[in-house]
């Protein structure tokens, strides 16, 4: 699976959008983006996922460029529970491994 | 999303003892659980993947005749700490996912303490 970058942490004020990062610049063609977040404490929380194309839930949107070697996860209106550590996760979608790196420690400020 | 749940969240044992932690999917079949081991200011890791029906595929340097995993049915794991030393002392959390497709959904995890 690919290997991804991520900043090491990032701020962010209550309210604002929360771009997150992430380089995956030897990701293949089969490989997708996935994101999680982990609050302190508890298991990981799926966010989203995509290919190409941009994706959006009710958490998050994903904008994937168009040599897709690099993402970024936007949280739209960041509040003070989205602190967490989000992490940049490539691999085959038929593949079982989720290689956890060091992720992103988001922390929303009031 | 898919709810996965773990049991017990604590565990504190002494040093020798063997602890049994549960993953539960409470709203789907999981062929497939996964076992992640996570230490304090460390990333997860991937310790094993666990078949219903079949036997456990364990990562390098994990040892499975210390970490016994049972995956009985199609909504149950379990992982087995056996002779639990101190050095053993993490959070274990387990993850599932509808078969053969994603994403994985991750339990709450478990934090086992051995004195």
């Known amino acids: 699976d690919a290997k991804t970058t991520q900043p090491t942490s990032m701020d962010c004020a209550e309210g604002r959008a929360a771009n997150l990062p992430c380089n995956h610049s030897?990701?293949?063609?089969?490989?997708?983006v996935y994101w999680y977040r982990q609050i302190h404490s508890q298991g990981p929380q799926y966010i989203i996922h995509g290919l190409k194309n941009n994706e959006t839930n009710e958490m998050a949107s994903l904008i994937i460029t168009e040599d897709r070697k690099s993402s970024t996860l936007i949280l739209p209106h960041a509040t003070l529970r989205d602190t967490a550590v989000y992490y940049c996760?490539?691999?085959?979608?038929?593949?079982?491994?989720?290689?956890f790196g060091e992720g992103t420690q988001l922390t929303v400020n009031p | 999303g898919a709810v996965v749940s773990q049991h017990p969240s604590w565990v504190i044992c002494k040093s020798g003892t063997s602890v049994k932690i549960e993953c539960r999917s409470l709203?789907?079949?999981?062929?497939?659980m996964f076992w992640y081991r996570q230490f304090p200011k460390q990333s997860l890791m991937l310790m094993a993947t666990?078949?219903?029906?079949?036997?456990?595929?364990?990562e390098q340097g994990v040892e499975k005749d210390k970490f016994l995993i049972n995956h009985a049915s199609l909504t149950l794991s379990t992982l087995t700490v056996t002779s639990a030393h101190p050095e053993d002392s993490s959070f274990y959390i387990c993850?599932?996912?509808?078969?053969?497709?994603?994403?994985?959904?991750f339990g709450p995890g478990t934090r086992l303490l051995v004195l």
């Open positions: 030897t990701i293949s063609g089969n490989e997708y």
């Open positions: 996760i490539v691999r085959e979608t038929s593949g079982s491994r989720l290689t």
């Open positions: 993850s599932a996912r509808y078969p053969g497709t994603d994403p994985q959904y």
């Open positions: 666990s078949n219903e029906g079949s036997k456990a595929t364990y």
């Open positions: 709203d789907f079949q999981a062929t497939t």
